[in-house]
T-cell receptor, first 112, second 116 residues
Framework: AQSVTQLDSHVSVSEGTPVLLRCNYSSSYSPSLFWYVQHPNKGLQLLLKYTSAATLVKGINGFEAEFKKSETSFHLTKPSAHMSDAAEYFCVVTPFGNQFYFGTGTSLTVIP | EAGVAQSPRYKIIEKRQSVAFWCNPISGHATLYWYQQILGQGPKLLIQFQNNGVVDDSQLPKDRFSAERLKGVDSTLKIQPAKLEDSAVYLC??????????????FGPGTRLTVT
């Protein structure tokens, strides 16, 4: 069975401080993993993806994520939060083909 | 490159009425998806098309929901009759054809449906 657990439903950080959004997955196969961001009233935008190449993946807007097979984790990080990072973030696992399994989302608030 | 287009952006209907949503995927994308996103939840796959054939519709409530993708391009999702619990954002996404390779999905802006 495939599933994704986003460990925090809401994260609040101050502008300029690091961001950590946590994601654990369960998959019967070697998965591909994605992070998407959703700003209010906007569609989902791809931040980054892991597809069995380098375990440290760099994405857009300074975000990166590290695939750790031993911990079944794919946490999203950014060294310094910006006000424009405030949004909903979704971790996605796809064990094969293009069947996407979404987490429940983490809402990021950035405090000025 | 133009993105995934969806219309309408917003729709308000009464329960038991019918509604239809339209999606135009990115040119050249053979795979098209419809998702339902209820407030506070992640998107849930309703149906997946490969060209004009259905790959997966296991989570589509077939007694009231239907979808088609004529000529392997545009797609329409219909709800008839609508229930209060159908209130959600309906997202359309597309990707390159999956053949042993995982491609990212590109999402449209969604249609926000409110059923009263």
């Amino acid at each position: 069975a495939q599933s994704v657990t986003q460990l925090d439903s809401h994260v609040s950080v101050s502008e300029g401080t690091p961001v950590l959004l946590r994601c654990n997955y369960s998959s019967s196969y070697s998965p591909s993993l994605f992070w998407y961001v959703q700003h209010p009233n906007k569609g989902l935008q791809l931040l980054l993806k892991y597809t069995s190449a380098a375990t440290l993946v760099k994405g857009i807007n300074g975000f990166e994520a590290e695939f750790k097979k031993s911990e079944t984790s794919f946490h999203l990080t950014k060294p310094s939060a910006h006000m424009s990072d405030a949004a909903e973030y979704f971790c996605v696992v796809t064990p094969f083909g293009n069947q996407f399994y979404f987490g429940t989302g983490t809402s990021l608030t950035v405090i000025p | 490159e133009a993105g995934v287009a969806q219309s309408p952006r917003y729709k308000i209907i009464e329960k038991r009425q019918s509604v239809a949503f339209w999606c135009n995927p990115i040119s050249g994308h053979a795979t098209l998806y419809w998702y339902q996103q209820i407030l506070g939840q992640g998107p849930k796959l309703l149906i997946q098309f490969q060209n004009n054939g259905v790959v997966d519709d296991s989570q589509l409530p077939k007694d009231r929901f239907s979808a088609e993708r004529l000529k392997g391009v545009d797609s329409t999702l219909k709800i008839q009759p609508a229930k209060l619990e159908d209130s959600a954002v309906y997202l359309c996404a597309s990707s390159l054809q999956a053949t042993g390779v995982t491609y990212e999905q590109y999402f449209g802006p969604g249609t926000r449906l409110t059923v009263t």
